[in-house]
């Protein structure tokens, strides 16, 4: 999957999934990543949490059925802090014999009271690595509109992006975010400091109070007056939240794809009915950007 040239030819529509809980059969966790072929995506991302104590679980089966049974482009993610070069290397291994070729490389959250490796303390690390050991990956990396919640500085957040890019990160995915303004104004500094791969926006559709309130808290992602009238009013009533933050999502979409985004990458959390909601809403949005 070459990215870039993608890019150039559409807006790309992006999927993440989990991998299902490791009691799941799999003959349901094949049901549940199906529903998602219907969504018509450019590529699925699976994630795999930092301190996956098996890293050659979970998403791999996930990304083999993603790449060979759904035959959708797959996309691994690999935490690097709590993993060795040699992992990595056995992950990869594994990757390549079922075909999946993008990584998204990642440092990976810290887990409390558990000390890291110590072999990749930060992404670019991970990305210099598989560059240049196993150049024939695709990399694709994470990035902040709203920056990271370790950074001393966004100045100093999008420095330290430029180099994950220069050490072989060529297409970005930025967190979640719900105001749009935030991702023009990131992405205006991220060109101006030469950052010139693709940089997809990542949007979750928030269906649910909870749940957002730990994303933010976890993320420190700003929730903006307009979408937190739609959190207090509806928080109760599972019908108008979910019909409501479908429907700010796809205001965010349509406003982000008119002004020319490289890609939106939905945030899933393996709900194949809102991702559907959202695609049957905006497809053609989507469509109107193909180059012929
Ligand atoms: P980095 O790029 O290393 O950045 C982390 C912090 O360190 C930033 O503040 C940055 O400015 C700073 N920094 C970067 N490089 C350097 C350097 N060389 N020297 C000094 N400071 C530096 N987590 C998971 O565990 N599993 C997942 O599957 C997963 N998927 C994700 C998908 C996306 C699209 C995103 C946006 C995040 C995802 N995360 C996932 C969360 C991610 O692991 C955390 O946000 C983590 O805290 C940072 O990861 P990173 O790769 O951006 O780190």
Redesign the pocket.
Same mark, same amino acid.
Request: aromatic share 4%; net charge negative.
């Given at each position: 999957m070459n990215l870039t040239a993608l890019s150039n030819q559409k807006t790309i529509f992006s999927l993440?999934v989990?991998p299902p809980k490791k009691s799941t059969p799999d003959s349901a966790i094949l049901d549940t990543i199906s529903q998602f072929k219907a969504v018509d995506p450019d590529f699925i991302?699976?994630?795999? &949490? *930092?301190?996956g104590t098996n890293p050659l679980g979970g998403?791999i089966e996930v990304a083999d059925i993603i790449q060979n049974q759904l035959g959708i482009d797959a996309v691994a993610?690999v935490?690097g802090?709590y993993q060795t070069k040699s992992e990595v290397l056995q992950l990869l291994d594994k990757l390549d014999e079922i075909n999946v070729h993008n990584i998204?490389?990642?440092?990976?959250?810290?887990i409390a009271n558990r000390k890291p490796v110590g072999e990749f303390?930060?992404?670019?690390?991970?990305v210099e690595f598989i560059k240049n050991n196993r150049p024939e990956f695709n990399i694709l &990396? *994470?990035?902040?509109p709203n920056?990271?919640?370790?950074?001393d500085s966004f100045i100093?957040?999008i420095?330290?992006?430029k180099?994950?890019v220069d050490s072989g990160a060529d297409h970005l995915?930025?967190?979640?975010f719900f105001d749009d303004d935030a991702f023009y104004e990131f992405y205006e500094k991220a060109r101006i400091a030469g950052i010139n791969v693709p940089i997809e926006a990542?949007i979750m559709p928030c269906t649910n109070k909870r749940q957002i309130e730990r994303i933010t808290s976890i993320?420190g992602v700003p929730v903006p007056k307009k979408f937190q009238a739609i959190l207090d009013r509806y928080a109760d009533n599972k019908e108008a939240m979910r019909d409501a933050g479908i429907a700010f999502a796809v205001d965010q979409i349509i406003d982000l794809v008119s002004r020319g985004v490289d890609g939106i990458?939905l945030y899933t959390m393996n709900q194949a009915d809102t991702a559907a909601r959202i695609y049957n809403e905006t497809k053609s949005v989507f469509k109107a950007t193909e180059v012929h």
């Open positions: 993440e989990f991302s699976v994630t795999l &949490g *930092a301190g998403n993610h935490p802090l998204l490389a990642l440092r990976g959250d810290r303390n930060h992404a670019n690390e991970l &990396g *994470a990035c902040y920056c990271h919640t370790d950074a100093d957040d420095a330290n992006l180099v994950k995915i930025t967190q979640l990542g993320t990458h």
